[in-house]
T-cell receptor
Framework: AQRVTQPEKLLSVFKGAPVELKCNYS??????LFWYVQYSRQRLQLLLR??SRESIKGFTADLNKGETSFHLKKPFAQEEDSAMYYC?????????????FGKGTKLSVIP | GAGVSQSPSNKVTEKGKDVELRCDPI?????LYWYRQSLGQGLEFLIY????????KSGLPSDRFSAERTGGSVSTLTIQRTQQEDSAVYLC???????????????FGPGTRLTVT
């Protein structure tokens, strides 16, 4: 069964410091991975997906198949980055499509 | 444009009562999903609808949970004989589906916060 692990429930960093949110996955095959973000009192939204190789709001994430990781990074954290972050792995098959989410990491950026 | 909407936004019910949660997906999105967000468990998949195909109900935690999608649009998630462990935020999402059944971006609703007392 596929699984997504986010080892940190809470991550606190100072404004301007680098931030790395960890995500590890277990999946046999070539995965497609996402990061979703939920700001306070807002709905869950897609931040970035690895196949697009974009940098969104200064965040990047590189898929490392050898380490089965998809860590989210930003060189300089901003206060507005404070939010819950979820790593997600899609499952597609047998007429179904769904996302398997990690349990999330709450990022708190200290001014 | 209008996003995914859900109602009610909050629901408090007594243990043993039935509840219905509603989801209005984005117009034109053929795929609709329900997830549950609870403390300590993160986001769990519940059910998936795609067009007129049979839904994938593999994530429903018990037979007290059921869902319908009428006319390929609005969906209702029903929980019968609610228990305290059903307390959570229930999220609905919708998306387009591309070739080979791969979904485009899932757009989430604001959720319904269910509290069972």
């Amino acid at each position: 069964a596929q699984r997504v692990t986010q080892p940190e429930k809470l991550l606190s960093v100072f404004k301007g410091a680098p931030v790395e949110l960890k995500c590890n996955y277990s999946y046999s095959g070539s995965p497609e991975l996402f990061w979703y973000v939920q700001y306070s009192r807002q709905r869950l939204q897609l931040l970035l997906r690895h196949i697009s190789r974009e940098s969104i709001k200064g965040f990047t994430a590189d898929l490392n198949k050898g380490e089965t990781s998809f860590h989210l990074k930003k060189p300089f954290a901003q206060e507005e980055d404070s939010a819950m972050y979820y790593c997600a792995l899609p499952y597609s098959g047998a007429g179904s499509y769904q996302l398997t989410f990690g349990k999330g990491t709450k990022l708190s950026v200290i001014p | 444009g209008a996003g995914v909407s859900q109602s009610p936004s909050n629901k408090v019910t007594e243990k043993g009562k039935d509840v219905e949660l509603r989801c209005d997906p984005i117009s034109g999105h053929t795929a609709l999903y329900w997830y549950r967000q609870s403390l300590g468990q993160g986001l769990e998949f519940l059910i998936y609808f795609q067009g007129n195909s049979a839904p994938d109900k593999s994530g429903l935690p018990s037979d007290r949970f059921s869902a319908e999608r009428t006319g390929g649009s609005v969906s209702t998630l029903t929980i019968q004989r609610t228990q305290q462990e059903d307390s959570a935020v229930y999220l609905c999402a919708s998306s387009l589906i591309g070739l080979a059944g791969i979904a485009y971006e899932q757009y989430f609703g604001p959720g319904t916060r269910l509290t069972v007392t």
